[in-house]
């Protein structure tokens, strides 16, 4: 089944940009250059995830979000904002939403964290103990981590980063949705900061074992997974 | 207590101005009544002693022994002194025994005290003299005893009424002080909690136009004016974001679409290239905007209380790997935890940038560390590098400035800036130290109480001010 989203975005070729990849990914996306248009679809309450832009002529995207959320409709919202400054960030997720992206973006960075919103809709409620990637086990309450019987020794932040990405199994991550989720650090220190931790974890998984789990995403970010 | 301090010198001149007005009022009224009642007392004497020598004159020193008889007995004037004595000095008649000793005839009338016959004590009386043509001698006067009983009375209820008012002369000082401080007081307040952040607060008014009510009109509207101007560079600023960023976004998808589909290596590494140059385009606005906001105060609403040592803790942790790997250490220095209400965001990227910066221009251990002193906290980040030699160090701190050693590196010279930003947008400052070896970048974040005096934040003192002042704290 293919998911909707509805892009609410003023800007013609932003709009294009966006949809056209997404429409690549598979996604169906629905459009509307106003507040009032988007208002108006969004309230169908069929979509999957809504796409909204800070600053829309006519109704503003915080007024557009705070009648969506008024009206009861829990449909995942992720903003899109020229408005870089952290404080904008902060309005925008204690406003409902619920996810922030400063213009300009990468289209892999939005097209995770539109997978990641969807999923986190979806998830499961029960709390779980123990996570799986193929033969990669974590479990949560003895704190052990072991792939095909083999024990491995992990340092508490390398344990929460693969807690992280087991969490998010066959979901593409970036660097600053790392950030976010495992540190809840709010700025992308610009170097291979992540790159390193990374790649130490890998060390540990999938050294000598035949199939690697931890892949690199070209020009995105970082895979857990049994497919390459 | 400062003696040159303006609300001493005031209540000073209070005081002073209270105790001689109290003064001449007290001695002034004394002297006047004073001298009130001499003039009566001579007066009364001297028309007696003129009516007596008529008598004299028409009828020689008997009719005056007669006259002089007849007042004495009809003792009307109680307070007249009345005497005369023959050529030997034998009183003939009169209230005195004999001529007073010391006595000689005179122009004027002198203050004596005498004992008369019938009276227990001596009086105080101003007595004059006249030679008879005889021989004899008249001596005329008034007593002032009972006047110099009550002037003495009235001394002493004037010493103490002075002594009275010297202490209502320094309450009033006190109380007049206090009500400038006062009136002062919610305007200070509300200029600091101003410079912390809170753009809305006003002085309240009482509706008073004196001095104070002009001042505190005159401070809400700068603020007003302040405020107005803030709203219109974030309007500014916002509008510049939107107009540079969203070129910059349909850049960053169109070489993202075409890195999707290009296959040829050469093109592959030219389209990696454009985005890094993009990518490196939007931080610098994005950091120069950041920069901007946060000297102008923007962003202050969203301070939250947030653990310091935690938020420490967190940055070594991200950055641990990737110092190791360059065969450094990072270390964490806390001595306890410090809550504090910051911008999160913010102040991450401002240590971040620290790190950044040590782990790009600097050597050796990297030390986080996180103090307490004289209600200053203390976030630090050092090295055991070069350094930054004193004379360059407050450059160092400017905008789109980098030092020579740095030109060849990534980024535009923002970082420091950036930080120092953060800094003020805190209420704080920034310091550059030299740590033999190393440098030592300190963000001093005050939570100095309202009543502190303000300090210095003009745009231009501010570095150098920082870096001479704060010094103290880094030595101890």
């Given amino acids: ?228 | 207590m400062n003696l040159r301090s303006t609300t001493v010198r005031f209540a000073g001149l209070v005081f002073l101005f209270q105790i001689i007005a109290g003064a001449v009022l007290l001695f002034g009224l004394g002297a006047l009544l004073r001298s009130q009642s001499r003039d009566d007392a001579i007066r009364a004497a001297e028309t007696m002693r003129a009516d007596l020598l008529g008598t004299y004159a028409e009828g020689g020193t008997p009719a005056l022994t007669t006259a002089i008889e007849m007042r004495t007995h009809r003792r009307i004037e109680r307070s007249a002194v009345l005497f005369l004595s023959d050529a030997r000095g034998q009183a003939r008649a009169g209230n005195l025994a004999r001529v007073p000793l010391g006595l000689v005839p005179t122009r004027t009338y002198v203050l004596m005290k005498v004992a008369r016959p019938g009276h227990a004590a001596a009086e105080a009386m101003f007595l004059r003299a006249a030679r008879l043509r005889d021989g004899g001698m008249l001596v005329t006067g008034t007593v002032v005893e009972s006047e110099r009983q009550l002037f003495a009375q009235l001394e002493r209820a004037t010493m103490l009424a002075l002594i009275l008012s010297i202490l209502f002369a320094g309450f009033a000082a006190f109380v007049s002080t206090r009500l400038i401080l006062d009136r002062l007081r919610a305007t200070v307040a509300t200029l600091g909690s101003v410079r912390r952040g809170d753009m809305s607060r006003r002085v309240p008014r009482d509706g008073a136009s004196d001095a104070f009510g002009l001042l505190e009109d005159e401070v809400n509207l700068t603020l007003d004016r302040v405020e107005a101007l803030n709203a219109e560079l974030k309007l500014a600023t916002d509008a510049l974001a939107h107009d540079l960023k969203s070129p910059l976004t349909r850049l960053q998808f169109a070489l993202e679409s075409v890195a999707r589909t290009v296959t040829e290596p050469a093109a592959q590494g030219a389209v990696d290239q454009a985005l890094a140059e993009s990518e490196r385009l939007l931080v610098m606005i994005e950091t120069a905007l950041s920069i901007t906001r946060a000297e102008a105060g923007i962003g202050r609403e969203n301070f939250t209380p947030t653990n310091l040592a935690e938020m420490l803790e967190t940055i070594v942790e991200i950055y641990a790997p990737m110092v190791e790997d360059e065969g450094r250490a990072i270390i964490l220095d806390v001595a306890e935890p410090v809550e504090v209400p910051i911008h999160p965001q913010l102040m991450d990227q401002a240590i971040g940038n620290l790190v950044d910066n040590t782990l790009k221009y600097g050597a050796g251990t990297i030390t986080l560390s996180l103090a307490q002193r004289g209600g200053c906290t203390i976030i630090s980040v050092a090295d055991e590098g070069q350094g930054i030699p004193a004379d360059q160090r407050i450059e160092a701190l400017s905008r789109f400035t980098r030092l020579d050693h740095a030109r060849r590196g990534w980024g535009a010279g923002l970082g420091l800036s950036l930080v120092q930003a953060v800094a003020h947008l805190h209420g704080g400052s920034v310091e550059l130290r030299d740590c033999a070896p190393g440098l030592k970048v300190a963000i001093l974040l005050d939570s100095a109480p309202l009543d502190t005096p303000l300090r210095d934040t003009g745009p231009r003192g501010r570095s150098t001010r920082s870096l001479s002042d704060g010094r103290k704290y880094l030595d101890g």
Avoid at chain 1, 50 to 63: C, E, F, Q, S, T
């Fill in chain 1, 1 to 228: 089944m293919t998911q909707k989203i509805l892009l609410i975005e003023d800007d013609p070729t932003t709009a294009d940009f966006i949809s056209g990849g997404l429409t690549e990914e598979r996604f169906t996306v629905d459009r509307a250059a106003n507040g009032r248009d988007g208002l108006f679809l969004a309230t169908d309450g069929s979509y999957d995830c809504i796409i909204l832009d800070r600053m829309l002529p006519g109704l503003d995207g915080m007024a557009v979000l705070a009648a969506l959320r008024g009206a009861g409709i829990a449909t995942p919202v992720i903003i899109l904002s020229a408005l870089g400054s952290a404080e904008d960030r902060i309005e925008g997720l204690t406003s409902g939403s619920d996810d922030y992206l400063v213009k300009p973006f990468a289209f892999a960075e939005l097209l995770a964290r539109i997978r990641l919103v969807i999923r986190r809709g979806h998830a499961a409620a029960a709390p779980e103990t123990v996570l799986r990637c193929d033969d990669l086990e974590m479990n949560l309450l003895s704190r052990r981590v072991q792939r095909g019987g083999r024990q491995i020794e992990l340092q508490p932040r390398e344990f929460r980063l693969l807690e992280f990405l087991l969490r998010h199994v066959d979901e593409v991550v970036t660097r600053t949705i790392l950030l976010e989720g495992v540190w809840d650090y709010h700025f992308d220190p610009g170097t291979n900061v992540i790159d390193v931790h990374l790649s130490r974890l890998r060390r540990k998984i999938d050294e000598g074992e035949a199939r690697p789990l931890l892949h690199t995403v070209r020009g995105a970010g970082y895979r857990i997974g049994a497919q390459p």
